[in-house]
């Protein structure tokens, strides 16, 4: 349990993964029907950026600062207005002090009727994020691995929900994990929004991945890669992928709108990329 978030806060691929979770949310809220967030990893839910750790790395400067540092084209303010505002309602004063892990992005964004399940297994970081959401009532902070979660906490009892699936990839075998937890979890709440988070850099077996999530029989799979720049000088992140199970019919446009203005805004070196594309569904060609 070594890997802490706290020195990743704010990315580019919290950036990524936090603007679509926050399109999940919206969409969701069409409806007045209740339903569920399920954060299998959850992290500590609030990150100081003027800590020692945020700082020791910098990492948000070339992802979320980089995206309040200017202008919005008017289309990508649009897609990215409620996970813009949250940041900012953290940060009343400007600047930008606080940034929102996806547990807070998700109870900030939430109505009255909708609800919060959190998942978090370092103790430290647990203990942490219980204090944050202590007396919430909408909330259910669980000191738990959050594997273990897809096929104990579900399927929701609104019978509607989100389930944000984004591991450390510390250990061997993650993608593995990954594809098996989704067949788990589908089995049992076959109408869920699922958004699963994977790492780019080099050598990773994005290939395989997909080839195992296609084998599974899932119809309908959307992904959303962003890679910042080269892996051919680095081991370490160079990108990272979303998979959405069961996407809102509205999201393929949206992040064809949006990934080429975070490639552009986002890019460490010339060789950043984007891409959207359906791994199972509509348009699977494409």
């Known amino acids: 349990m070594n890997y802490r978030h706290v020195y990743h806060a704010g990315n580019f691929a919290d950036v990524l993964k936090h603007a679509v ?33 945020a ?14 540092a200017g202008d919005l084209p008017a289309d990508v303010a649009d897609i990215l207005a409620p996970y813009l505002k949250a ?28 609800r919060l399940s959190a998942m978090e297994l370092h103790p430290d970081d647990y203990e ?24 104990a906490h579900l399927p929701p009892k609104e019978k509607r929900g989100i389930v944000l699936v984004d591991p450390p990839f510390e250990i061997e075998g993650e993608y593995e994990r990954l594809v098996d937890g989704l067949e788990k979890a589908v089995r049992r709440f076959p109408g869920g929004v699922y958004c699963l988070w994977y790492p780019l850099k080099k050598g990773a077996p994005i290939a395989q991945f997909h080839a195992a999530l296609k084998a599974t029989g899932i119809a309908k799979m959307l992904c959303a890669e962003l890679s910042v720049k080269s892996d051919r000088e680095t081991t370490g992140l160079t990108g990272s992928g979303l998979v959405v199970v069961n996407p809102p019919f509205t999201l393929k ?34």
């Open 21 to 53: 979770l926050a399109r999940l949310v919206t969409y969701m809220q069409g409806k007045d029907k209740a339903f569920r967030v399920l954060d299998t990893h959850a992290g500590i839910g609030l990150y100081d950026l003027s800590g020692i750790e």
């Open 253 to 286: 446009a949206e992040l064809d709108v949006l990934l080429p203005f975070l490639k552009a805004r986002l890019a460490q070196d010339r060789f950043a990329s984007a891409r959207s594309f359906w791994l199972a569904g509509e348009n699977k060609a494409s």
């Open 128 to 151: 942490t994020l219980h204090r944050l959401f202590d007396g919430d009532f909408q909330s259910r902070i669980t000191h738990l691995d959050g594997w273990l979660s897809l096929g």
């Open 55 to 68: 700082q020791k790395t910098g990492e948000w400067r070339d992802g979320i600062g980089r995206l309040l």
């Open 87 to 114: 940041v900012q309602e953290l940060n009343p004063q400007g600047g930008l002090t606080y940034y929102p892990g996806s547990p807070k992005l998700a109870r900030m964004l939430f109505r009255p009727q909708d």
